[in-house]
């Protein structure tokens, strides 16, 4: 396991996401009300890239015609087919004990911590002032 | 796959004895045949108005295409099931038919006019629990209401619901609307309380064209749309929620056919994956509520006549508790007595005659159970 600064914190604003390329894997990285959770992003349906899906809630109800949405924005919808996936687990809605894609521990990380490493940055530059996102893989 | 369909396909001919027939078609009622079952208002204005000379049997099953009556079975009257004595004789004793649900196919389910519709299903209903059930203990029967207007649908079904020789409400598959819209609910929650599965039976009232691509010209197009029909009603049905809402409820589809459900349940399963949000009450892949709640009577078996590919059929739908046995007579769909196609194997074929009509129609199996403690 190393740990792989990712992002600067402020590239990634709310209900956003990304594509970051660590250790020659894509992952998506998202910003779920400013907690960051980073999954793999391929869809393991038929592959779309899942950091390019909307942001959505689920969907529930207790009994036909009443509908309840909750944890806003805590779920991926594929781009292709419109599968949801957990962005805190990577697992799919319709199938989570099979279907899911890899979650990865995801962590928040000053400059100045950062510089006292251990790290990998990659090609990234690292600013003491700044903060940045760091996904462990 | 389970133990029991990867064994099918080994024996040719099934004995049919001791079987629960669950789709037997005595012929439908003439309407002077009905009139002394009629309330005397509508005895009085259907003689005054000439409907008793009208045949209200359905369009959507002529009783002389071929298919509709087999040529061996059909009597000088150009009717078959006629009477108790044919139905006898032709359906219940050369099977060795232990019981057998009647399906009475009469317009009644489809009059435009609410009341007439209501007055002439329970003049079916009566008709059939005096001239048929009272004489042959052999036959149960299914309670026919006409969809269209679920407040007297309930009325009919709460009427009958005492009787237990009714061990099922019958509908037909098309209808104004979509079967799983609201305004149906009430039918099938009354089913539900009084332990009566709802069996949705081919055919209907063609107020919409049979296919959704519009009238078809031939016989053959209507008949071969039926399959669809179906497959809309089954999703709507699971879409609209009705199996969540009503969970005790059983449905059973009669003469859908059963050939189409591998690929209804990949596109229903697949689709639902990604649009699952909408019907947010829809927890499971359709499939495995259809598997849960769904039967369908065996014949018409639209499959080809090698063993092998039923045999792959049911594999694809995997799940040995979905089928009924039924013989549809006086329908023409099979020969002989082979009601039960050689794929099917001895234990699967036993389970369908037996099993899982007792753990379908929990009317039955009350009376079977009294059998056995006799
Ligand atoms: S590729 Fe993601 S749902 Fe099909």
């Given at each position: 396991m190393a740990r792989h600064v990712v992002a600067k914190v402020d590239e990634l604003d709310i209900g956003k996401s990304k594509l970051v390329k660590v250790a020659g894997r894509d992952i998506a990285l998202f910003n779920v009300k400013g907690e960051f959770f980073a999954i793999a992003n391929r869809c393991p349906h038929e592959g779309a890239d899942l950091c390019r899906g909307q942001m959505v809630g689920l969907a529930e109800s207790d009994e036909p015609g009443q509908y309840r949405m909750t944890r806003h924005g805590e779920l991926v919808r594929c781009p292709w087919h419109g599968w949801e996936f957990d962005i805190r687990t990577g697992k799919s809605w319709c199938d989570p004990a099979r279907t899911r894609v890899k979650s990865f521990d995801v962590s928040v990380a000053s400059g100045g911590a950062l510089v006292e490493g251990p790290y990998q940055a990659e090609t990234f530059p690292v600013s003491i002032d700044e903060d940045y996102v760091v996904v462990e893989i | 796959?389970?133990?029991?369909?990867?064994?099918?396909?080994?024996?040719?001919?099934?004995?049919?004895?001791?079987?629960?027939?669950?789709?037997?078609?005595?012929?439908?009622?003439?309407?002077?045949?009905?009139?002394?079952?009629?309330?005397?208002?509508?005895?009085?204005?259907?003689?005054?108005?000439?409907?008793?000379?009208?045949?209200?049997?359905?369009?959507?099953?002529?009783?002389?295409?071929?298919?509709?009556?087999?040529?061996?079975?059909?009597?000088?009257?150009?009717?078959?099931?006629?009477?108790?004595?044919?139905?006898?004789?032709?359906?219940?004793?050369?099977?060795?038919?232990?019981?057998?649900?009647?399906?009475?196919?009469?317009?009644?389910?489809?009059?435009?006019?609410?009341?007439?519709?209501?007055?002439?299903?329970?003049?079916?209903?009566?008709?059939?629990?005096?001239?048929?059930?009272?004489?042959?203990?052999?036959?149960?029967?299914?309670?026919?209401?006409?969809?269209?207007?679920?407040?007297?649908?309930?009325?009919?079904?709460?009427?009958?619901?005492?009787?237990?020789?009714?061990?099922?409400?019958?509908?037909?598959?098309?209808?104004?609307?979509?079967?799983?819209?609201?305004?149906?609910?009430?039918?099938?929650?009354?089913?539900?309380?009084?332990?009566?599965?709802?069996?949705?039976?081919?055919?209907?009232?063609?107020?919409?064209?049979?296919?959704?691509?519009?009238?078809?010209?031939?016989?053959?197009?209507?008949?071969?749309?039926?399959?669809?029909?179906?497959?809309?009603?089954?999703?709507?049905?699971?879409?609209?929620?009705?199996?969540?809402?009503?969970?005790?409820?059983?449905?059973?589809?009669?003469?859908?056919?059963?050939?189409?459900?591998?690929?209804?349940?990949?596109?229903?399963?697949?689709?639902?994956?990604?649009?699952?949000?909408?019907?947010?009450?829809?927890?499971?892949?359709?499939?495995?509520?259809?598997?849960?709640?769904?039967?369908?009577?065996?014949q018409p078996v639209e499959a080809p006549l090698e063993t092998d590919a039923l045999v792959r059929t049911l594999a694809h739908i995997d799940c040995d508790d979905i089928l009924l046995f039924s013989t549809d007579y006086p329908h023409a769909q099979f020969e002989g007595l082979n009601a039960l196609p050689a794929a099917l194997g001895e234990t699967l074929a036993r389970k369908i005659m037996i099993d899982n009509p007792l753990a379908t129609y929990p009317r039955i199996a009350a009376d079977f159970g009294k059998e056995v403690s006799k």
């Open positions: - | 796959m389970n133990e029991m369909i990867r064994s099918l396909g080994k024996e040719s001919r099934l004995s049919t004895v001791g079987g629960i027939d669950c789709d037997l078609h005595p012929a439908s009622p003439a309407t002077t045949t009905l009139l002394p079952y009629l309330d005397d208002y509508w005895r009085e204005t259907f003689v005054m108005r000439g409907v008793d000379r009208l045949s209200l049997a359905m369009t959507s099953s002529p009783a002389h295409a071929p298919i509709n009556v087999r040529a061996d079975w059909r009597a000088k009257s150009g009717f078959a099931g006629d009477t108790l004595e044919t139905v006898r004789s032709q359906a219940l004793d050369p099977f060795g038919t232990r019981l057998a649900i009647c399906n009475v196919l009469h317009g009644s389910m489809i009059m435009h006019s609410d009341d007439m519709a209501a007055a002439l299903c329970g003049a079916v209903n009566e008709w059939l629990a005096r001239e048929w059930l009272g004489k042959e203990p052999r036959l149960r029967g299914s309670i026919a209401v006409s969809a269209q207007n679920a407040e007297l649908a309930v009325a009919e079904i709460e009427k009958r619901a005492d009787d237990n020789r009714f061990v099922q409400v019958l509908i037909l598959a098309q209808n104004d609307e979509p079967l799983g819209r609201r305004r149906y609910w009430p039918i099938y929650e009354a089913a539900a309380r009084n332990k009566l599965p709802v069996c949705i039976h081919a055919g209907g009232s063609n107020r919409h064209a049979p296919t959704a691509t519009g009238w078809p010209s031939f016989f053959v197009e209507a008949y071969v749309a039926q399959g669809s029909i179906f497959e809309s009603q089954l999703l709507s049905l699971v879409a609209e929620g009705v199996f969540h809402k009503i969970p005790e409820l059983k449905v059973v589809f009669a003469e859908s056919g059963f050939t189409w459900l591998p690929s209804f349940f990949w596109r229903a399963d697949k689709t639902w994956r990604g649009v699952r949000a909408e019907t947010p009450w829809v927890t499971e892949q359709p499939s495995d509520i259809v598997k849960r709640h769904v039967r369908f009577t065996l």
